[in-house]
């Protein structure tokens, strides 16, 4: 069963403290790994887009990992803020048709405090 | 920010209303997408249009209907409102290239059914 699993759930830190999102998977075919960050009462917006020859993509204070071998990947944040505050959601998607359908994760809320 | 609408934010109803959420996006994308998200609960797909005429029924069995006369709009109705049907809905666009395009979503639109 093609899968997402994030974790933690959600997690805590202090502003200006690095931390990094877990993404586990098991959706095959891949075709690539999405990270969207969603603020509270917004819609998601989209961090990274890695493909399978990718292992590392920055997007400025985030950098996305991906081992498509073991099937994980990281959301590192560094130097948090409090904007980072949001949930942070992986999304895979497969090559199983051209639109190529993507499973979501239940995403981790990340709480930074002052 | 992508350039994609929905209305309206909120919205409060009595059962057995009829509804049309509203969405509309102007990047000229011909893909499009409504979404269920509950909380804490990862996104559900219940419709999608690959272009103006084509519409399928998602991931996730939904008494909705949708239409996309038009490049730009895609509205989702619900014949008969049900305290089921309370959750954010979330539309969303991709761009023409390929599946590793990102999704632009719009803010959602809060329903809540009584």
């Known amino acids: 069963k093609n899968q997402v699993e994030q974790s933690p759930q959600s997690l805590i830190i202090l502003e200006g403290k690095n931390c990094t999102l877990q993404?586990?998977?098991?959706?095959?075919?891949?075709?690539?790994l999405r990270w969207y960050k969603q603020d509270t009462g917004r819609g998601p917006v989209s961090l990274t887009i890695?493909?399978?020859?990718?292992n590392t993509k920055s997007n400025g204070r985030y950098t996305a990992t991906l081992d498509a071998d073991t099937k994980q990947s990281s959301l590192h944040i560094t130097a948090s803020q409090l904007s980072d505050s949001a949930s942070y959601i992986c999304?895979?998607?497969?090559?199983?048709?051209?639109?190529?359908?993507?499973?979501f994760g239940r995403g981790t809320q990340l709480t930074v405090w002052p | 920010e992508a350039d994609i609408y929905q209305t309206p934010r909120y919205l409060v109803i009595g059962t057995g209303k009829k509804i049309t959420l509203e969405c509309s996006q102007t990047?000229?994308?011909?893909?499009m997408y409504w979404y269920q998200q509950d909380p804490g609960m990862e996104l559900h797909l219940i419709h999608y249009?690959?272009?103006?005429?084509?519409?399928e029924k998602g991931d996730l069995s939904s008494e909705s209907t949708v239409s996309r006369i038009r490049t730009e709009h895609f509205p989702l109705t619900l014949e008969s409102a049900r305290p089921s049907h309370t959750s954010q809905y979330l539309c969303?666009?991709?761009?023409?290239?390929?599946?590793?395009?990102?999704?632009?979503f719009g803010n959602g639109t809060r329903l809540t059914v009584t």
């Open positions: 999304v895979v998607s497969d090559r199983g048709s051209t639109l190529g359908r993507l499973y």
């Open positions: 993404c586990n998977y098991t959706v095959s075919p891949f075709s690539n």
């Open positions: 890695m493909t399978f020859s990718e």
């Open positions: 990047m000229g994308h011909d893909k």
């Open positions: 969303a666009s991709s761009g023409n290239r390929d599946s590793h395009s990102p999704l632009h």
């Open positions: 249009s690959y272009g103006v005429n084509s519409t």
